[in-house]
């Protein structure tokens, strides 16, 4: 339509000119002595538009020359930006596609334009740890080294890479230059803690799970997992003597304390190293809290001395437990094993033959077997005691 419109218009013009030219008798005459010019008014106007057509030209064609250099700069940039981008996307998609060697050259194109160069030596680093070449990996990251806008990206990169190396020094290293510039984001907190926990930095591996939880940033499952490595570096360190184990324990949260696993080995170390009131107290705090038969072997060990108050407390205890649990054989070798200890012989060997029939694993059997043994002993019964202890045995073959 616009096509018909433009013709119309060229015809109507041509029309117009052609009627008007037609009866125009004027003249235009040049003076030049002696020299003399007759034109028609319509060749004079004909001379002077292409006069005009031909100045146009020349003076378009001029400034098109003198623009020349700065076009094909500009057409030298344009070329230089599309292969750079292009490049830049060809990394990224053979980075995600795991072809890192491909993505390593295309991350050199694209480093050639200086807006992508900070974002493709990411990728470059990224594609080179993949190939484990670690020296062009540093060299690609060494590139961003005074670049302040990418720095967070840098040192991000560097603790994930760092971490999946297994170099949890230098990754540290990078959480503290991350830490020092104010940046203290999640994802940054989850790498932290994996190279904590390659460096066996147990408090402070805590300290970031208690900080992850409160962020929900950490499966519950693997906060457990967690705290429970932790806690049996920290609880079960030979090196550790009465004091030292006390003051760790000071430090576990409440939150904590009546875990199972947690009060599991907080007890199993204080009975290594006497501790036996403490363990017991540790014990039933847990037990109060949530039944775990690993917490009852551990109070059986926190056994009192004979005779005193405190395993008088523990038989106690012991006994209104199993009227709640009237079928946990754990907890009857336990009260069994109290009541040995204490001498009272019948109720010894009733909670002791209870556990027996109700043990479920070759460890009870072995030692429900080992403490009736001792019990026939003490009662001058040889022959039930041998008895006994050749079941013990077979239990412990078996």
Known sequence: MRLFLWLLALMAAAIGIAVTARFNPGNVVLFYPPHRIDLSLNFFVVLQVALFVLLYVLIRAFRATVKMPGRVAAYRLRKRERDGNKGLREALKALFEGRFGHAEKAALRAAELPENAGVAALIGARAAHRMRQTARRDNWLARLSDDPVLKTARLMTMTELLVDDHQPELALEAVRELNASGTRHIHALQWSLKAQQQAKNWPEVLRL?????????????????LR?????????????????????????????????FVACRAATAFNARGLHDEARLVAEEALAADWDERVVRTYREAAAPAGTPALLTQIEHCEGWLRERPTDAELALTLGSLCLKQKLWGKAQRYLEQALSDAGD??????????????????????????????CALATIL
């Open 228 to 260: 429970e490595l932790a806690y049996d570096d920290l609880l079960s360190d030979s090196t550790h003597d009465a004091e030292s184990v006390r003051r760790v324990w000071s430090t576990v949260p409440t939150v904590d304390r009546v875990k199972p």
């Open 209 to 225: 799970v208690r900080s992850l939880d409160k962020h929900r940033a950490l499966h519950p499952a693997l906060s457990s997992r």
């Open 362 to 391: 070759p460890r009870m059997v072995r030692e429900s077997h080992l403490k009736l043994a001792q019990l026939h002993d003490a009662l001058q019964q040889p022959e039930e005691a041998a008895n006994h202890y050749r079941q």
